[in-house]
């Protein structure tokens, strides 16, 4: 089931009580999850990533989301993921939206 799979990897993004940053990250990422999921459930979750992290950067640009990098490997979106995020998500080749 697709929600108890964003759920497991929730587990490998770090809750740090204080840090606003990593709690708006871990928010982003949750919900970009779920959506990616819902439009095409074979995502890589690496790219759900990328959009969150590049996402909390332009709130709190002097931060570095926490991740597991042994769990999670980064990845831009691919032109499959841009198509089929294009009208939902204002996704571009040339900008990530």
């Not at 709190?60 to 831009?76: A, G, I, N, R, V």
Request: net charge negative.
């Amino acid at each position: 089931m697709q929600i108890n799979k964003g759920f497991r990897e929730m587990t490998h993004i770090p809750k740090t009580r204080g840090d606003l940053a990593q709690q708006t990250f871990r928010m982003i990422f949750n919900a970009v999850r779920r959506h990616d999921l819902s439009v095409d459930p074979l995502t890589p979750v690496g790219q759900s990533l990328y959009r969150s992290r590049e996402a909390t950067r332009r709130q709190y640009p002097d931060s570095e989301p926490q991740y597991d990098t042994e769990f999670f490997h980064l990845e831009p979106p691919d032109r499959r993921y841009i198509s089929q995020h294009a009208e939902c998500c204002e996704l571009s080749e040339a900008g990530l939206g």
